[in-house]
């Protein structure tokens, strides 16, 4: 008798449940079109994560600057000429930035103009927030530069560290697009 009686009220609990959790829920119109809004800009979201993982895998990306910051405390500068880049293609690097010289002031803002094919050290490792892409080269001078790019996966956004033996380290911000 007690088996009896548990297993209609296990019935009957498995039908309650069934049946609240397929109800629909009572929504007004512009609640639904909330949701709906929410969950397409949920899309959209992971789908550039997605595209900004791949652009870094494929080792096919270009950074654009729009500042630029001598370290540790220099004065934060802005960029605004389209013309400044980093491309990054087939162990390949087309270098055009403003570049500032020196360990003690006068400081010289100079530009760095190169297309460089022996990158040394490339490294792609991901981080909590994106990746982080490393690699020397020397610029066909004494001395290595070396290119550290912080990559932030959610924003598409970036920074870029240039280190060298004999300046102080500069570093950009800017963001990271496809390179056509």
């Known amino acids: 008798m007690k088996k009896t009686v548990l297993l209609i009220f296990g019935l009957a609990l498995c039908i ?16 639904e079109r909330r949701e709906v809004r929410e969950q397409r800009r949920a899309d959209r979201l992971a789908s550039f994560e997605k595209t900004m993982d791949s652009l870094v895998l494929s080792h096919n990306f270009q950074f654009n600057p729009q500042t630029m910051q001598r370290q540790p405390a220099g004065p934060m500068r802005q ?21 500032i010289k020196g360990y003690v002031p006068p400081y010289v803002v100079s530009i760095i103009n190169y297309t460089v094919s022996d990158l040394k050290g490339y490294t792609t490792e991901q981080t909590n927030e994106g990746w982080m892409v490393t690699f020397s080269t020397s610029l066909y001078s004494a001395g290595t530069y070396t290119f550290t790019f912080e990559i932030f996966s959610r924003t598409g956004g970036a920074n870029l560290t240039i280190t060298n033996p004999w300046y102080s380290p500069v570093q950009y911000t800017g963001t990271i697009s496809q390179l056509y």
């Open 16 to 31: 309650g449940a069934v049946t609240v959790i397929g109800q629909k829920k009572n929504l007004s119109p512009k609640q």
């Open 79 to 99: 960029i605004v000429n389209p013309s400044f880049n980093v491309g990054i293609w087939d162990g390949t690097a087309d270098i055009c930035l403003p570049y």
